[in-house]
């Protein structure tokens, strides 16, 4: 039988163990949910635990921690962002390998954050959320899961842009014989050794991975529709004495980091406010195609034709040379469709291969997490989102109570390390949590007018930005508008997220119980107030 009941009762305190958890209508209801154990989700749970919360939980749905670290495994895969500044502030680690380490390194980093802080077992591994529904009269998120339904006060999404794979719209594809995947699902049981492979893609991800597997196969066939820019990347191993330095002054690490930081902050001068500063780098990336391409054909096929930086730039120093290897084509003309052996082109060649890998990418605009949330009025986010991406400073939603999206729009970076935008969201989130607390707000909702404004000087601030320059790229949504990007420095953004800012919100206290509720009575001295006791029946 469900009863009513007065929800202070039931709001865990910060104190409360998960293993105390109340039941809330026969559920288990926690006090914060984490949905995702990536950087974002263990980045969060990392920093509640150091801030004294226990009573949260993290739902993964894989049987391990480490999001895009952890379903990205292709040959090459590394970070293309130096490893020092592609890791937690709080938890440094000494021991990377290289300068980009590998992503074998990337994972093994964030299951050793995972265990060190205590987090597994706050885990729940093998559960999928499939819906979030927040209930306005009980002022909660009420979850249904694999492993069956959660209530909990505080939802705090941190399913990363880059997770679910995005294949090519082609004719046949789901026809074609041979061996087919994708990047972010490379298929290790399958030797490529000998075999004619067909690659989709340009990106992040194709350019990591084409130099790997080049050696091995008999023929590559690299499918390129947008030829990226290119700089050197330098990767080199970090010296021993180097690591032994870190490991025993841990602020000569920190010295690197903020070199690092400031280095790759000052791209977003040319990015966004002097384009002629780009200039220089279009430049560099010329000359580095020059010296590692000598064939004019195939170094034209490779030359962009938009500004630099309006797709995400990229660093590889193998790249070039694997292009050039007697064993590879690269291939310009358009796809047509995918036949059960071959890819063919628009200009009518067809391409025999055994093996198709698509590098194309990931559904960033068209994500399927907002279909699962539903808000105050019974919509779901992806309803909400019909008009256009948005939220209130990458991270809060107006009409979803108490939900809180990390690395949501426009927090995305094409120039610094996406934990350093994360980190200043875990920040507001502590201090929103903290100010909650302190003035016994049981429910916070971002007003619709400051969410408004924020996009709309989002959105201005972006116009003039080499992120709008006329490429098209997975930035951007179907209308064309940046949703993804922030447009400025991101110190700007650490600055504005360093405390919560209650202004914004409407903030809804917490009930009390009916015995200690204050009435005011009509009396004829109307300042005089009085205590009523009632007694719950
Ligand atoms: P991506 O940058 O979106 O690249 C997808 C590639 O597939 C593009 O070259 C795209 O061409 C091409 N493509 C898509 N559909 C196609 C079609 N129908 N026909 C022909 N070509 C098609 O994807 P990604 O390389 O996986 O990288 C995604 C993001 O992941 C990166 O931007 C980066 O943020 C991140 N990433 C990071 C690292 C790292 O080291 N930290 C490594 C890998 C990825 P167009 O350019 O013409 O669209």
């Excluded at 093998?126 to 492993?147: G, K």
């Excluded at 194309?360 to 068209?366: I, S």
């Amino acid at each position: 039988m469900t009863h009513i009941v007065e929800s202070t009762h039931l709001t865990p305190t910060d104190s409360q163990t998960h293993n105390q958890r109340a039941s809330f209508h026969d559920q288990e209801h926690v006090h914060i949910i984490i949905v995702g154990s990536g950087f974002s989700g263990l980045g969060m749970a990392i920093q509640l635990k150091q801030h004294g919360y226990q009573d949260f939980l993290v739902l993964e749905r894989a049987a391990d921690v480490g999001g895009t670290w952890r379903e990205n495994t292709y040959p090459g895969c590394a970070c293309d962002i130096p490893s020092h500044l592609y890791s937690f502030s709080f938890v440094p680690n000494p021991d990377w390998s290289h300068l980009y380490s590998p992503q074998p390194e990337i994972l093994a980093y964030l299951r050793r954050c995972a265990e060190r802080f205590g987090i597994l077992e706050h885990i729940r591994f093998n559960c999928e959320m499939h819906q979030a529904m927040w209930q306005q009269n009980e002022r909660h998120w009420h979850l249904m899961t694999t492993q069956g339904p959660l209530t909990a006060d505080i939802l705090i999404v941190g399913q990363g842009p880059l997770t679910e794979p995005a294949f090519p719209h082609l004719p046949g594809l789901e026809g074609f014989e041979g061996m087919l995947f994708h990047s972010a699902r490379w298929n290790h049981n399958y030797d490529l050794t000998g075999k004619r492979v067909a690659v989709i893609g340009t990106g992040a991800s194709a350019l990591q991975f084409v130099p790997q597997i080049q050696p091995q196969v008999e023929q590559l066939m690299l499918f390129q529709r947008t030829p990226p820019w290119v700089l050197p990347r330098g990767n080199h191993k970090i010296a021993a004495w180097q690591r032994k330095l870190f490991r025993l002054m841990p602020f000569t690490q920190r010295f690197v980091r903020s070199i690092l930081y400031w280095n790759h902050e000052l791209a977003v001068v040319g990015f966004a406010y002097q384009p002629g500063v780009l200039k220089l780098a279009s430049w560099r990336s010329q000359r580095h195609l020059q010296r590692l391409v000598a064939d004019p054909l195939l170094r034209a096929k490779l030359t962009p034709h938009y500004t630099l930086g309006c797709k995400r730039v990229l660093v590889s120093d193998d790249f070039y040379p694997a292009l050039t290897q007697p064993n590879v084509e690269v291939v310009t003309a358009p796809l047509r469709e995918v036949r059960a052996r071959s890819l063919l082109t628009e200009d009518g060649r067809e391409y025999d291969t055994d093996v198709l890998i698509c590098g194309t990418g990931f559904q960033v605009t068209n994500a399927r997490f907002p279909h699962l949330v539903y808000g105050s009025d019974g919509r779901s986010l992806a309803e909400k989102w019909q008009m256009g991406i948005n939220a209130y400073r990458g991270t809060t939603v107006s009409g979803f109570p108490n939900l809180f999206l990390l690395l949501g729009p426009n927090t995305g970076l094409g120039h610094n390390s996406i934990v350093f935008m994360l980190e200043s969201q875990i920040t507001y989130i502590l201090d929103c949590l903290r100010t909650m607390k302190r003035r016994e707000v049981q429910a916070i909702e971002v007003r619709a007018q400051s969410q408004e404004a924020f996009n709309q000087m989002i959105q201005q601030h972006m116009q003039n930005t080499v992120w709008t320059s006329g490429c098209a790229s997975w930035y951007l949504d179907a209308n064309g508008r940046n949703t993804t990007l922030w447009p400025d420095f991101t110190f700007s953004f650490w600055w504005q997220m360093r405390h919560f800012d209650a202004q914004h919100y409407h903030l809804l206290r917490r009930k009390k119980p009916l015995h200690e509720q204050t009435v005011v009575l009509p009396t004829s001295n109307t300042s005089s107030r009085k205590h009523i006791h009632r007694f719950n029946e």
